[in-house]
């Protein structure tokens, strides 16, 4: 199942507003536990995931 459409509006509109809700947080990490991603949504949910540590993204 591809889940590109959700993760790039998600990574789209985190950016946007420079946050990213703790839901929304909580939902990539069970998809990046639970799921069988494809290699652009594995890097699309790390890279929000190195935004937060870097503190580009925060967490709300």
Not at 20 to 47: A, K
């Amino acid at each position: 199942m591809s889940y590109y459409n959700t993760l790039n509006e998600l990574y789209s509109s985190s950016w946007a507003k420079g946050i990213l809700p703790r839901s929304q947080q909580q939902y990539l990490q069970q998809l990046r536990q639970e799921q069988q991603l494809g290699e652009i949504e594995t890097r699309l949910i790390d890279r929000m995931f190195h935004a937060v540590r870097r503190g580009w993204l925060r967490v709300v």
